[in-house]
Every structure is written in C-alpha cells, then in structure tokens.
C-alpha cells in the first residue's frame, strides 16, 4: 500500500513496541482486579493516536516553518486551557490537572508541551545566531516560564518540569556557548532553592525528603518507591510471569499502570524484559536525535531536539522515581504509562517530526 511511504517505520515501529509494552503491563495489572475499564480506554486512545499519526504524517507542515499566526495561536489555546484547569478542574490527588467530561478525563498539558516545542523551534530557527544576547535568551525563557507557572500551580511540579527540559534542550541545541548553558543551569538552580523556601507544597518538599532520607515516611511515599524496589529487586532473569507479580497483584505496588509501570512490568518480566524495554527506548530517542543532527532544517532539528528532550526527560524521571533514584513527582513513562493524553501527545509529536523529515 502507498500510505506505507509516508511512514518513518525506524520511529513508528519502536513506538508500536512501547505502546505494546504499556498495553500489556496495564493488561496484566488489571487482572486480580477484574476490572479492564483502563486497559480498553488506553486500547481506544491508541487507535486515535495511531490514526493522528497517519494524517499528520501524510500532511506536508512545512507552513509550521512559516505560518506565525497558527504556531502562535495553538500555543495560546493550550495555555488558556492549562488556564482554565485552575478553575474549572475538579480537585483529583490533590491535582486540577484534568477536564472531567464523563468518564473521560482531558489533559492539555501534553499537547501544550507539543505546542512549546514547535513555538520555540520557530523562534530559534530564524535568531540562532543572535544567542550570544541575554535579552534573546531571557525573552525565549518567556514561551516556557508562562505554561510552567500555570502547571506549577495545579500543583503539579513533574508537569511543571518537562516544560523546563523543552526549553534547556531548545537553546542547548540551538547553538548557546557551553559557558553560557552552565550559566544558566546555574540560574536555575538558584531558583530551585528559592523555589523550596517560598513555593514548594508541604506534600512535595515531603516527597523530596523521603527521597533524601527514606526513613522519613516509610508509610507514605517510601512505602511506594521500597514496594517498587521490591518488584524489581526480586524480578530475576525471566520475571514472575505476567498476571503472577506479588507486588502488582495484590496491591502492594501503587499506581502500577501510572507511576510505576517500570516495577509493574519489571516485576513480571525480569531482567531480559527489562533490558528489551530499555533498548526500544534508547532505540526511539537515539533515532530522534540522529534526525535532529542530520536534518539541514534549523526547524526540523529544533523539533527534533525538542521532542528528544521531553522523551528523555520523562523517560529518566519515571525509571529513576521506580529506582528510588529520584523523588517521586508523577511523571508517566512515554507510551507506556496509562494515559491517553500523553499518548496521543507523543505520538502527534511523531507524527510531525515524520512529516518535517520527508518534506526537508
């Protein structure tokens, strides 16, 4: 078939694996329940995400390059929308993160994080060569700082956080001195103890220091990363089978289609499961960034780099969060995790990344 041109399979087929990877784990861990409601809903999101991949992918979005209207337009939408979940979100975990519309719950933020990397791809294509001015610099940092407070105020910090990698991956790729990049991680972790002292919830400076000391909350949030740690430390070679993890069966494990999903899916399939989800991830972010070095476009290797940092990010946050490496702050895997917002989200992304790399 023809439509099968269109299609980038060293990015589609990686992606179809993590998506796989996801369906099974949420499969398996909705089986002591009895209850696959989440497991069909993830399935339909799929068949949405799939087919919003085929259309972008077969659209030429070269006018993305061009058209400032329409960049900038979607980018405002998404940003009243985060707006409104201010005021119009029901209270969910502690959370105004979500639309409710009956049984479906509507996210904006992973499309708004979509919508910043083709903003700032834009605005760095055409001023590379001006980012030795801090004034660029600081008025790029504005595109970011305005979804991040918005998403910062849910409270919903890991959100809040991949709109910061979008933007440090934006002007690192972008050509910035090194001697200025570390200048401004070094801003930034000036701000994080500002950040601690007068903005962080009790609930998440609680989180971080049981991250720091587990004994802190040893029935609270250690009680989830040990649980996690258990699943994975006692996985073996081949895993406990799936449907047969203790952890993730009998309830040991929380949220084991959402936050953990890494433990839940370790668990059951041991060390060789782990390894295989590890290679497709490396496999799907290294062929992204191979576009973003390869592509002579300013603005295909800025999405691409854009899109690589927030897969990276989210990537490393969720499995260091299941290690016990990171604090944990709700930060799904990518394509993996229950969640059709960020699904659908990574896999527009995709789309248009196929796209830009056939039209170039």
Known sequence: ??????????????????????????????????????????????????????????????????????????????????????????????IRGWYKLGPVAFDPEPLAAISLIIVLAKFFSTRHTGL???????????????????????????????????????????GLP???????????????????QFFLQDYQKQRILSFLNPQVDQKGISWSVNQSKIAIGSAGLLGKGLGKGPQTQYG???????????????????FLGTLFLFAVLFFLFWRIIQIAFASANNFTRLFASGLASLFLTQSAINIGMCLG????????????SYGGNTLLAFYVGLGILTSLERQV
């Not at 910062?152 to 934006?170: R, T, Y």
């Not at 200025?180 to 991680?185: D, G, S």
């Open 1 to 94: 078939m023809k439509i099968f041109k269109y299609f980038n399979w060293s990015l589609l087929a990686p992606a179809l694996l993590l998506t796989g990877i996801g369906l099974t784990s949420i499969y398996s861990a909705s089986i002591s329940r009895g209850n696959f409601f989440d497991f069909k809903k993830q399935l339909i999101y799929f068949g949405l995400s799939l087919i919003l991949f085929v259309v972008l992918s077969r659209l030429d979005l070269r006018f993305l390059r061009t058209n400032s209207y329409l960049v900038f337009g979607f980018y405002l939408l998404f940003l009243l929308l985060i707006a409104g979940l201010l005021f119009a979100a029901p209270l969910t975990r502690g």
């Open 132 to 174: 030795r001015s801090w004034r660029l610099l600081l008025f790029s940092s504005l595109y970011m700082v305005v979804p991040f407070a918005l998403v910062f105020l849910q409270p919903d910090l890991g959100s809040s956080a991949c709109f910061v990698a979008i933007w440090l991956g934006a002007i690192f790729f972008s």
């Open 178 to 196: 090194l001697k200025r990049f570390l200048a401004v991680l070094l801003v930034f972790a000036v701000l994080a103890g500002i950040g601690w």
């Open 252 to 270: 040991f494990l929380t949220e084991p289609k959402t936050d953990f999903i890494f433990s839940a899916w370790a668990e059951e399939t041991g």
């Open 325 to 336: 490496l990171l604090p944990v702050v709700g930060i799904p895997l990518p394509m993996v």
